[in-house]
């Protein structure tokens, strides 16, 4: 039996950051187009870490690497619109984060698009695994679900 996954609600996300989108976003279909989603997923979640203090995008010496990711389409997005990024995260681990994203029409209460990417934190220099550091311990906390 297969399992159709099915739109987030407004309220399973702690965090939101507005995103507008941009006349470039659109496709020839008139709505934003699906790799633009992927953009928006990084655009919250790397803006939440700048703004905790958890990550310097320039000196940092443990950064993040994307290693999987995944988005299921529901509604489209189109511009002129201004999208809530929902954010949550779903499981860390020793040297991993899997964030997990919603993006809704303003105002909406069911996702447009969910989705995931996992990130591994590694040594800047040497991009071997590293133990998540304390600043990104302290960031995740008030994003942590049981979703």
Known sequence: MSHRPLP????????????TTRWMDNDAYGHVNNVVYYSF????????LIEQGALDIQHSGVIGLVIETHCNYFAPLEFPQTIDAGL??????RSSVRYEVGLFAAGAQHSAAAGHFVHVYVDRASRRPVALPAALLAALKPLQTRA
């Open 8 to 19: 987030q609600a407004r309220d399973a996300y702690p965090h939101f950051a507005a995103i």
């Open 41 to 48: 997923f990084d655009t919250v979640v790397n803006r939440w």
């Open 88 to 93: 949550r995260v779903a499981h860390v681990g």
